[in-house]
């Protein structure tokens, strides 16, 4: 059973920068586990932020941006912004036409 | 601008299927993205259901094995799920997606989501 790990919670103030980052329970993070990153408010559907590492959508905010980092997938905020406190989950591709989903990261904005 | 939205039952009793529909508006399912179904338990996270190309190209969660079907009608722009055998631990928020595949070109993502249908399984 493959398990993607992701900080279960993270504080940070407004202005300031969080690295929020995805691990996989098969070994390094690479480009070829494609990672996605979500954001996801309380009553909302999953908004998708960041595709395949670093690629954006025509929405996302620039202050969000992508990478590898460490082994692992990364997804930094830098600015804060108040709006931002929520929960952020990444995706990694294993093959087929499916990935699995961390458990996400509750994010403070304090 | 493409919009997806769920509908079904709010609530299935235990053992029964659950059944559920996305609709697509803004774009033709027929046009080469996968489709997709992602749920979500209270308070807890995402869980990747199965998949489904418009050539009825199925790909499910092994952690479902043989309860889940998906099945597309490229007439009416919609794609379905049903679950069958239905217990408590499938209460959940469940989300269409669509899934944008194509390796060659770097691109794996779930770009546009349905706003989700909680569906209840109890007595």
């Known amino acids: 059973q493959t398990v993607v790990t992701q900080e279960p919670s993270l504080t940070v103030s407004p202005g300031g920068t969080v690295t929020l980052t995805c691990a996989s329970s098969?070994?390094?993070?690479?480009?070829?586990?494609?990672p996605n990153w979500f954001q996801q408010k309380p009553g909302q559907a999953p908004r998708a932020l960041i595709y395949?590492?670093?690629n954006k959508y025509s929405w996302t905010p620039a202050r969000f941006s992508g990478s590898l980092l460490g082994g692992k997938a990364a997804l930094t905020l830098s600015g804060v912004q108040p709006e931002d406190e929520a929960e952020y989950y990444c995706?990694?591709?294993?093959?087929?036409?499916?990935?699995?989903f961390g458990g996400g990261t509750k994010l403070t904005v304090l | 601008q493409v919009q997806l939205q769920e509908s079904g039952p709010g609530l299935v009793k235990p053992s029964e299927t659950l059944s559920l529909t996305c609709t697509v508006s803004?774009?033709?399912?027929?046009?080469?993205?996968?489709w997709g179904w992602v749920r979500q338990p209270p308070g807890k996270g995402l869980e990747w259901i199965g998949t489904?190309?418009?050539?009825?190209?199925?790909y499910n969660n092994p952690s479902l094995k043989s309860r889940v079907t998906i099945s597309i009608d490229t007439s009416n722009n919609q794609f379905s799920l049903k679950l069958d055998s239905v217990t408590a631990a499938d209460t959940a928020v469940y989300y269409c997606?669509?899934?944008?595949?194509?390796?060659?070109?770097?691109?794996?993502?779930?770009?546009?989501w349905g706003q989700g249908t909680l569906v209840t399984v109890s007595s």
């Open positions: 395949s590492t670093r």
């Open positions: 995706l990694l591709y294993y093959g087929g036409v499916q990935g699995v």
């Open positions: 803004g774009y033709s399912i027929n046009s080469g993205y996968y």
């Open positions: 489904i190309y418009h050539d009825g190209s199925t």
């Open positions: 997606a669509r899934v944008g595949l194509a390796l060659t070109a770097d691109i794996f993502h779930l770009d546009y």
């Open positions: 098969t070994g390094a993070v690479t480009s070829g586990y494609y």
